[in-house]
């Protein structure tokens, strides 16, 4: 399969410049060290997923999560996207219907570090990625340990793993 097309996709040459002068800065000056974006929907192991870690990230001020079910179909959330994706360290990506989605390429774009949760998901788009360990960080086994702090996990990332990926 070939990824989804990012946020940056049909903008003109001046926003894309804009897009990536704010991708490229220092972590140390983002506002979030973690951020989620997501609706409640899927299967029934990803809603307990979903809603598990947006308390977790709710319960923190290191974490900013953004619901996305608010908005109606159709609705374009480009500009909150991009906000918070270029303002975020760190960004979760729980799987939804599918292993893959779009949030995952949005976050690789805007230099926000990909948080994947299923060993799937390391096997997207091969011609792509060849070693997700390089581009994202994996919390294995959170679907089956409700007391792991993820938001805490990510707060001990050193600061030489966070410039490397």
């Known amino acids: 399969s070939i990824p989804y097309a990012a946020v940056i996709s049909g ?3 001046v926003s894309v410049h804009a897009w990536i002068r ?3 800065i220092d972590p140390r000056r983002r506002k979030y060290l973690v951020s989620g974006m997501w609706g409640l929907h899927g299967m ?7 809603a598990r ?9 290191e974490c900013l999560f953004t619901d996305l079910g608010f908005f109606r179909p159709h609705e374009s959330h480009t500009d909150v996207v991009q906000a918070v994706k270029l303002d975020s360290v760190f960004c979760l990506e729980p ?3 599918t292993p893959s989605r779009k949030g995952i390429v949005d976050s690789i774009v ?12 390391m ?10 360990e390089d581009v994202a960080v994996f919390i294995e086994g959170f679907g089956g340990q409700g007391d792991l702090d993820v938001v805490a996990l990510l707060t001990q990332v050193p600061e030489a793993e966070v410039a490397r990926l």
């Open 11 to 13: 903008l003109d040459d």
């Open 22 to 24: 704010q991708a490229i």
């Open 44 to 50: 029934a192991s990803t809603m307990d997923l979903r």
């Open 53 to 61: 870690l947006t308390r977790q990230c709710e319960q923190s001020s």
């Open 95 to 97: 799987t939804g219907d």
């Open 110 to 121: 805007a230099g926000c570090i990909p948080v994947l949760f299923s060993p799937l998901q």
């Open 123 to 132: 096997m997207l788009w091969p011609w792509h990625v060849s070693r997700w």
